[in-house]
């Protein structure tokens, strides 16, 4: 039951009912000083609120994002002031960048104490608000309802983001009479979500009159949910679709119109053709550095449609023929009854010869190695195709990355989360955790590297308390590998502390109570990834990889996406 | 390199605390400088306009005008080149003038250029003048061999010349 009927409470308390109101039922935090009064609060909350106690902020932040990536609903923090505040830092950029709705709910001084250098004081507003969508310091009990209820709101509306709300302790002690009403807009916050008719017909239009369209898709699909309107326009105007890392999964890997991902370490046909399209439609997308190489050289020859709920987005990178200034779910339901139904057999095998050349070149070697070590590829196709596509897979940033992104066949929505703008090592095991709690009847399994592990490895402990069945696979292989394969092709093979003298990962694992193994050899790998995925618990693999593995095709920071190398 | 000149932007937001501050992390995001700066009320209750004038090439200016429009309590954004615009200073003098022949002087100077005095004192005269910042500039050079004691300008207001 919604509760808003007039009752005397205390901040503290209020800021509880708030959280039910907003249907909150997922909690991520760590107490401290300043939140004592709210977590004193929650104790009487415990049977509508899961709080989930994380080893360290950081991994409340990420644990949010992982909640948020696979519900849809925003993730939620809890934290004290000060270092409890600032450890939240990296998630909160984290989410910016890849447009994830969290909301951080700090403790705080007295207001009292305000700009004194209080005991765990730090001014948190002046810290986040480059990298918060929003944020607000509550000093007033009588502000919660509304500003929560506002906070919610601009989390989750528009284009996704974090928003942190600081709480003065004296405003959590405080009581008032608590009424809670939600907020849809404010005076200054609109949202145009609907495209103009007009741009629709010269969307349609441009597509109508193309000879070899090209469809981009990015986080933006996922977010609006929009996946079958995409595949309804792509089929009906028989049109390629790429995706960007974090539109992974909007489009079903064995579509026979889906071509692969974009960018740096994405497929060969899908940036080499990107520079041979005459018209590309992009959707819920931002023309990020890493998909557009150089941009004096990006699709020149193209006339770019694009449909973008954030107007700032809006001809930043690249120059758009056509902007629809909407939703992505209704931008192409709009598009959708004025497309043609066409057939593009022509352009489509150029896409087929393209992915033909990197299958012999660079896949086939990858994923079916008859000899050597084991390679990060292989143990991601097996694990797809154990899992038929249908698992989360929650990737850490690095080689590992890549090779989930690459190698992965994503067959359902929200599958591939991980950090794309900000490239968040440490992301992995706590976004996890969160995608489970959000997802708990998917399989979700956390691939990470043996360097990224190790800067939120303690998350461990918060997957045995709540016995979370996370499945996590290290692709162990010594080495920050990303920085070590820009070392190798890059800076003349000069090794600049990138080798990692590992400990032993499965002693580690079950000092935490979560069972593991080590995989060595090829033979083993496939009835220790069955082991894994048949335990209903926590199960980890730290499997031993190829060293000096490079991740390709590849283009090389400032090239040409046309330049992308096989090898 | 694009050309820089001087683009005048009216931010008009709502009245509440950290606005200011929200505003400048855009422009210290891409090291642009703020040349002037004003804050007031408008006739809008509780909303504030923001008359901010930076140097920068046109296409940046675009983006960060976008940019400022995304931040939640911000109403709207427009982004002026001086020939769009009706725009005034306020500049204040010390001068020094010691004698009364030094005094009538400047009083000349004053009248002349359509300045205001202020206020008198035995060893000095404060002068006031509205106009462009080319105006007072030009009457900080005739002051200059009198001595300027001191001298503050405020920031440029502005309003188009044509509305809507």
Same mark, same amino acid.
Not at chain 1, 41 to 61: F, K, N, P, T, W
Not at chain 1, 104 to 122: M, P, R, S, W, Y
Not at chain 1, 181 to 195: A, L, V
Not at chain 2, 29 to 57: A, H, M, P, Q, Y
């Given at each position: 039951?919604?509760?808003?009927?007039?009752?005397?409470?205390?901040?503290?308390?209020?800021?509880?009912?708030?959280?039910?109101?907003?249907?909150?039922?997922?909690?991520?935090?760590?107490?401290?000083?300043?939140?004592?009064?709210?977590?004193?609060?929650?104790?009487?909350?415990?049977?509508?609120?899961?709080?989930?106690?994380?080893?360290?902020?950081?991994?409340?932040?990420?644990?949010?994002?992982?909640?948020?990536?696979?519900?849809?609903?925003?993730?939620?923090?809890?934290?004290?002031?000060?270092?409890?505040?600032?450890?939240?830092?990296?998630?909160?950029?984290?989410?910016?960048?890849?447009?994830?709705?969290?909301?951080?709910?700090?403790?705080?001084?007295?207001?009292?104490?305000?700009?004194?250098?209080?005991?765990?004081?730090?001014?948190?507003?002046?810290?986040?608000?480059?990298?918060?969508?929003?944020?607000?310091?509550?000093?007033?009990?009588?502000?919660?309802?509304?500003?929560?209820?506002?906070?919610?709101?601009?989390?989750?509306?528009?284009?996704?983001?974090?928003?942190?709300?600081?709480?003065?302790?004296?405003?959590?002690?405080?009581?008032?009479?608590?009424?809670?009403?939600?907020?849809?807009?404010?005076?200054?916050?609109?949202?145009?979500?609907?495209?103009?008719?007009?741009?629709?017909?010269?969307?349609?239009?441009?597509?109508?009159?193309?000879?070899?369209?090209?469809?981009?898709?990015?986080?933006?699909?996922?977010?609006?949910?929009?996946?079958?309107?995409?595949?309804?326009?792509?089929?009906?105007?028989?049109?390629?679709?790429?995706?960007?890392?974090?539109?992974?999964?909007?489009?079903?890997?064995?579509?026979?119109?889906?071509?692969?991902?974009?960018?740096?370490?994405?497929?060969?046909?899908?940036?080499?053709?990107?520079?041979?399209?005459?018209?590309?439609?992009?959707?819920?997308?931002?023309?990020?550095?890493?998909?557009?190489?150089?941009?004096?050289?990006?699709?020149?020859?193209?006339?770019?449609?694009?449909?973008?709920?954030?107007?700032?987005?809006?001809?930043?990178?690249?120059?758009?023929?056509?902007?629809?200034?909407?939703?992505?779910?209704?931008?192409?339901?709009?598009?959708?009854?004025?497309?043609?139904?066409?057939?593009?057999?022509?352009?489509?095998?150029?896409?087929?010869?393209?992915?033909?050349?990197?299958?012999?070149?660079?896949?086939?070697?990858?994923?079916?190695?008859?000899?050597?070590?084991?390679?990060?590829?292989?143990?991601?196709?097996?694990?797809?195709?154990?899992?038929?596509?249908?698992?989360?897979?929650?990737?850490?940033?690095?080689?590992?990355?890549?090779?989930?992104?690459?190698?992965?066949?994503?067959?359902?929505?929200?599958?591939?989360?991980?950090?794309?703008?900000?490239?968040?090592?440490?992301?992995?095991?706590?976004?996890?955790?969160?995608?489970?709690?959000?997802?708990?009847?998917?399989?979700?399994?956390?691939?990470?590297?043996?360097?990224?592990?190790?800067?939120?490895?303690?998350?461990?402990?918060?997957?045995?308390?709540?016995?979370?069945?996370?499945?996590?696979?290290?692709?162990?292989?010594?080495?920050?590998?990303?920085?070590?394969?820009?070392?190798?092709?890059?800076?003349?093979?000069?090794?600049?502390?990138?080798?990692?003298?590992?400990?032993?990962?499965?002693?580690?694992?079950?000092?935490?109570?979560?069972?593991?193994?080590?995989?060595?050899?090829?033979?083993?790998?496939?009835?220790?990834?069955?082991?894994?995925?048949?335990?209903?618990?926590?199960?980890?693999?730290?499997?031993?990889?190829?060293?000096?593995?490079?991740?390709?095709?590849?283009?090389?920071?400032?090239?040409?996406?046309?330049?992308?190398?096989?090898? | 390199?694009?050309?820089?000149?001087?683009?005048?932007?009216?931010?008009?937001?709502?009245?509440?605390?950290?606005?200011?501050?929200?505003?400048?992390?855009?422009?210290?995001?891409?090291?642009?400088?703020?040349?002037?700066?004003?804050?007031?009320?408008?006739?809008?209750?509780?909303?504030?306009?923001?008359?901010?004038?930076?140097?920068?090439?046109?296409?940046?200016?675009?983006?960060? =005008?976008?940019? %400022? !429009?995304?931040?939640?309590?911000?109403?709207? /954004? +427009?982004?002026?080149?001086?020939?769009?615009?009706? @725009?005034?200073?306020?500049?204040?003098?010390?001068?020094?003038?010691?004698?009364?022949?030094?005094?009538?002087?400047?009083?000349?100077?004053?009248?002349?250029?359509?300045?205001?005095?202020?206020?008198?004192?035995?060893? =000095?005269?404060? %002068? !006031?003048?509205?106009?462009?910042?080319?105006? /007072? +500039?030009?009457?900080?050079?005739?002051?200059?061999? @009198?001595?300027?004691?001191?001298?503050?300008?405020?920031?440029?207001?502005?309003?188009?010349?044509?509305?809507?």
């Amino acid at each position: 039951m919604p509760e808003n009927k007039n009752k005397k409470v205390s901040g503290a308390e209020a800021i509880m009912m708030s959280l039910l109101n907003e249907g909150v039922d997922t909690v991520f935090g760590y107490p401290g000083g300043a939140i004592m009064p709210a977590y004193d609060a929650l104790y009487d909350y415990r049977d509508r609120i899961r709080h989930v106690l994380v080893r360290h902020e950081q991994g409340a932040s990420h644990a949010a994002e992982g909640y948020a990536r696979v519900t849809g609903k925003p993730g939620v923090c809890l934290v004290t002031s000060g270092p409890g505040a600032t450890n939240l830092v990296t998630g909160i950029a984290d989410a910016i960048m890849d447009s994830v709705p969290i909301v951080c709910i700090t403790g705080q001084v007295h207001k009292k104490a305000l700009g004194t250098d209080a005991f765990q004081e730090t001014d948190v507003i002046g810290i986040t608000i480059p990298i918060t969508k929003w944020n607000y310091q509550i000093t007033n009990a009588e502000e919660i309802p509304r500003i929560f209820a506002k906070a919610f709101q601009i989390a989750r509306s528009g284009r996704p983001g974090p928003v942190l709300i600081d709480i003065t302790k004296n405003a959590q002690i405080d009581t008032f009479d608590y009424a809670y009403e939600r907020i849809e807009s404010t005076r200054s916050y609109t949202i145009i979500t609907r495209p103009q008719d007009s741009e629709v017909d010269q969307a349609a239009s441009l597509l109508n009159n193309a000879k070899r369209p090209f469809i981009l898709v990015g986080h933006g699909v996922l977010i609006s949910r929009a996946e079958e309107e995409l595949r309804l326009l792509a089929e009906k105007g028989d049109i390629p679709v790429a995706s960007t890392l974090l539109g992974l999964s909007a489009f079903p890997a064995d579509h026979p119109l889906f071509v692969g991902m974009l960018g740096m370490h994405g497929n060969y046909a899908p940036n080499v053709l990107t520079n041979e399209a005459d018209v590309i439609l992009a959707v819920g997308m931002r023309f990020d550095d890493r998909v557009t190489g150089d941009l004096a050289s990006y699709a020149k020859q193209a006339k770019i449609i694009h449909i973008e709920i954030d107007p700032a987005e809006i001809n930043k990178s690249v120059q758009a023929e056509v902007a629809l200034l909407s939703d992505a779910k209704e931008g192409l339901r709009a598009l959708l009854p004025k497309l043609e139904t066409k057939q593009r057999n022509e352009w489509k095998d150029e896409f087929k010869r393209l992915t033909e050349q990197e299958q012999e070149k660079v896949i086939e070697a990858e994923v079916n190695p008859q000899s050597g070590e084991i390679k990060m590829g292989e143990v991601v196709r097996l694990l797809s195709e154990k899992t038929k596509g249908e698992a989360i897979i929650v990737a850490d940033v690095g080689q590992h990355q890549m090779m989930a992104a690459r190698y992965y066949q994503y067959m359902k929505p929200d599958s591939y989360i991980a950090s794309g703008g900000l490239g968040t090592m440490g992301f992995g095991l706590p976004a996890a955790l969160g995608a489970k709690l959000g997802a708990p009847s998917r399989e979700v399994v956390a691939i990470v590297g043996d360097g990224g592990f190790q800067m939120t490895l303690q998350e461990l402990g918060t997957i045995a308390q709540e016995g979370l069945p996370v499945k996590t696979i290290i692709l162990n292989n010594n080495f920050l590998g990303m920085v070590r394969q820009w070392q190798e092709l890059f800076f003349d093979n000069r090794y600049s502390f990138v080798h990692l003298d590992n400990p032993d990962f499965v002693k580690i694992a079950e000092a935490f109570r979560v069972q593991a193994e080590r995989v060595e050899n090829r033979n083993d790998l496939s009835a220790a990834l069955d082991r894994m995925l048949k335990s209903q618990k926590a199960y980890l693999l730290d499997i031993k990889v190829e060293n000096e593995q490079n991740v390709f095709p590849m283009v090389p920071a400032g090239a040409s996406i046309s330049d992308i190398r096989l090898e | 390199m694009p050309s820089e000149k001087l683009h005048t932007l009216s931010v008009f937001s709502e009245n509440s605390p950290g606005v200011l501050h929200r505003l400048t992390v855009i422009f210290t995001r891409r090291k642009l400088n703020i040349e002037s700066l004003t804050v007031s009320e408008t006739e809008r209750k509780g909303v504030s306009r923001f008359t901010i004038v930076v140097r920068s090439d046109e296409d940046t200016i675009l983006k960060v =005008a976008k940019q %400022l !429009e995304r931040i939640i309590e911000v109403l709207q /954004v +427009n982004v002026f080149s001086n020939g769009e615009l009706l @725009f005034k200073e306020i500049a204040l003098y010390r001068v020094a003038a010691d004698s009364p022949a030094k005094r009538s002087e400047i009083e000349e100077v004053a009248r002349r250029y359509g300045a205001q005095m202020l206020n008198l004192s035995p060893s =000095a005269v404060v %002068l !006031e003048k509205t106009g462009s910042e080319d105006d /007072v +500039n030009s009457l900080y050079l005739l002051l200059e061999p @009198f001595g300027i004691r001191e001298f503050v300008r405020s920031g440029r207001i502005a309003i188009a010349k044509n509305h809507g």
